[in-house]
């Protein structure tokens, strides 16, 4: 079993920045990837960004070049740092891990941002 805890969301102006953390516990060893997914309002969940164990990572297209994930394994964290945020990242954010066939979520995070 894994537990996730988020925090970091709030309300930002357009072209803000925001840090959105994870941390993990639980059977962290076994942990392949995390990742970060947001879903907004009437649409589907989807992937933003994801780090493996061994450090690689992706982006979502739509977020390269603005957001970066990032983790301290000495703290069993994940990191999203978020900036030149625009009004269309606005949604719920959800931590995820990996671990063989099975996802764990977090509770999930709201990010607005609006003017």
């Known amino acids: 079993q894994v537990q996730l805890v988020e925090s970091g969301g709030g309300l930002v102006q357009p072209g803000g920045s925001l840090r959105l953390s994870c941390a993990a516990s639980?059977?962290?060893?076994?942990?392949?990837?995390m990742g970060w997914y947001r879903q907004a309002p009437g649409k589907q969940r989807e992937l933003v960004a994801a780090i493996t164990s061994g450090g690689s990572t992706n982006y979502a297209d739509s977020v390269k070049g603005r957001f970066t994930i990032s983790r301290d394994n000495a703290k069993n964290t994940v990191y999203l740092q978020m900036n030149s945020l625009k009004p269309e990242d606005t949604a719920v954010y959800y931590c995820n891990a990996l671990v063989a066939i099975f996802d764990y979520w977090g509770q999930g995070t709201q990010v607005t941002v609006s003017s």
């Open positions: 639980g059977s962290i060893f076994s942990i392949d990837a």
